[in-house]
């Protein structure tokens, strides 16, 4: 708001989002904020907020936020259970409502387009010490976001990043002991809010990946944009794995390469994922 915008505030829970809408409007304008509650697992909810805000003005900006973590996502749960229930749960919340959030946005956006933020974090990117679920639905996200602004291309309007931050001192996060101790200082909500400001404002590279984190001891906080390399995707030079065989390729004849497009197709139409002809 204070860069000009309008913003719908949107969450499950309902007391604590009207109070920071309340809080916000009183520094700016009740026609400036307004919240709408939403259960980001269904998608009616997230289509409410996109008309809500459309309301407003144009749709512009899209956060997708939502996302927690479970004490059962561990080694011992998932051989005991698998995915269990809450697990699921915390999938839907953290990596399909992200999803499902993307495309609500790209269809409420006007012809100029707008951006994407969404919060993964570095157990998506540094699976080191964090639960296993977690990191994969995080690690979902970061791909996701990657892939989407990889194929869009720096052409287009409509722009995807992802958040990354290290342990945050938030409601649901760990104690700030526990975030000094394991980062070197606090990093608060405050510092993912600069990070996406500089993603929906600067235009870095559709698809880029920001983290945030506490350095020089926890005395510095740092936002800065992932640099791959183009064994994975990006401009760097490709820097070798460790090679477990190298071997010649050989050559395949065009009798036999017939023959496995035959049973490729095959494969693809009984499994209905025939390629749609160009």
């Known amino acids: 708001m204070a860069l000009g915008g309008r913003v719908v505030l949107a969450d499950l829970a309902s ?10 409007a009183a520094c700016y304008s009740s026609q400036d904020v307004v919240f709408v509650p939403v259960d980001t697992r269904r998608v009616e909810d997230l289509e ?18 939502a996302g927690f973590a479970m004490p059962t996502d561990n080694v ?5 259970n698998g995915l269990a229930p809450e697990l699921r749960n915390m999938l839907e919340v953290n990596t399909l409502a992200h999803i499902n959030g993307s495309g609500v946005a790209m269809r409420a956006f006007g012809p100029d387009g707008g951006v994407v933020v969404s919060t993964a974090s570095m157990a998506g990117i540094l699976p080191l010490g964090a639960p296993p679920v977690y990191s994969a639905s995080k690690a979902a996200v970061v791909h996701f976001t990657r892939a989407m602004g990889l194929t869009l291309g720096e052409e287009s309007n409509v722009r995807f990043y992802c958040l990354c931050p290290s342990y945050t001192a938030t409601a649901q996060g760990p104690p700030t002991e526990q975030i000094k101790a394991s980062v070197g ?8 809010g600069e990070g996406f400001i500089m993603l929906a404002t600067q ?3 559709n698809g880029s990946i920001m983290r945030v984190t506490a350095r020089r001891g926890g ?6 944009i992932i640099v791959y ?3 994975l995707g990006g401009e760097e030079r490709a820097r070798d794995g460790l090679v477990m065989k190298s071997a010649a390729l050989e050559p395949m004849e065009e009798d036999e390469m017939q023959k496995m497009n035959r049973v490729n197709e095959a494969g693809r139409n009984h499994e209905g994922m025939a390629v749609a002809k160009l």
């Open 15 to 24: 007391q604590e989002g009207k109070a920071a809408a309340q809080v916000e």
């Open 219 to 224: 005395t510095q906080v740092v936002h800065d």
């Open 203 to 205: 235009r870095p590279p």
């Open 76 to 80: 011992a749960s998932i051989k005991a």
């Open 185 to 192: 200082g606090v990093l608060r909500a405050e510092h993912m």
């Open 229 to 231: 390399g183009k064994e």
């Open 48 to 65: 409410r907020c996109a008309q809500v805000a459309a309301q407003l003005g144009s749709l512009t900006c899209w956060f997708n936020n």
